[in-house]
């Protein structure tokens, strides 16, 4: 069966601090591997990686990519109050759907 | 606004009704997918539409729920003989199918569900 496994469950930091986010996966037919940040809303689109090794980055963030070891991490630098949220991993296979991960929590506070 | 909406954003409804969400993708996306997210989880595939044909559903989704994309643009998921269990966020998405990517997917704001 396919899945997707995040660690840590939830995570509390100061702001400044460096954050590392985990996913793991198992899944037939892997396509892309997703973050999306969620707030007490709906999930937004941060990245979309389908190479392995090729940092993607926005701003504090970046997100890189192993398909050898079905891994991925998501790096948030100098951590700031608004990145408090809910992160999400997914794995997008061949047959079109998506597997979400069950999501890290993070609390930056000040 | 050009985004992913839904309606009703709220709905209360007691055990045994139906009820009925709509989904307004994001208008040039071809895809459309729905998702039901209870607390301390991520969002849990129920279906997905590309254009007005029903792709996929989930093992999970028992035959009290129906999904409808009829004319290629917005959705409508039904649940019928609603129970407590059912209550939960509901999630839609839609994307723009590519031919190597297109699981970027857009979320509407969400329907939350409570049946009491």
């Known amino acids: 069966e396919d899945k997707v496994v995040q660690s840590p469950l939830s995570l509390v930091v100061h702001e400044g601090d460096t954050v590392t986010l985990n996913c793991s996966y198992e899944v037939t037919n892997f396509r892309s591997l997703l973050w999306y940040k969620q707030e007490k809303k709906a999930p937004t689109f941060l990245f979309m990686l389908t190479s392995s090794g090729i940092e993607k980055k926005s701003g504090r963030l970046s997100s890189i990519l192993d398909k050898k070891e079905l891994f991925s991490i998501l790096n948030i630098t100098a951590t700031q109050t608004g990145d408090s949220a809910v992160y999400l991993c997914a794995v997008g296979t061949s047959y079109d759907k998506v597997i979400f991960g069950p999501g890290t929590s993070l609390s930056v506070i000040p | 606004d050009t985004g992913v909406s839904q309606d009703p954003r709220h709905k209360i409804t007691k055990r045994g009704q139906n009820v009925t969400f709509r989904c307004d993708p994001i208008?040039?996306?071809?895809?459309l997918y729905w998702y039901r997210q209870t607390l301390g989880q991520g969002p849990e595939f129920l279906t997905y539409f590309q254009n007005e044909a029903q792709l996929e559903k989930s093992r999970l989704l028992s035959d009290r729920f129906s999904a409808e994309r009829p004319k290629g643009s917005f959705s409508t998921l039904e649940i019928q003989r609603t129970e407590q269990g059912d209550s939960a966020m509901y999630l839609c998405a839609s994307s723009l199918a590519r031919r190597l990517e297109g699981h970027e997917q857009y979320f509407g704001p969400g329907t939350r569900l409570t049946v009491t």
């Open positions: 208008s040039e996306h071809n895809r």
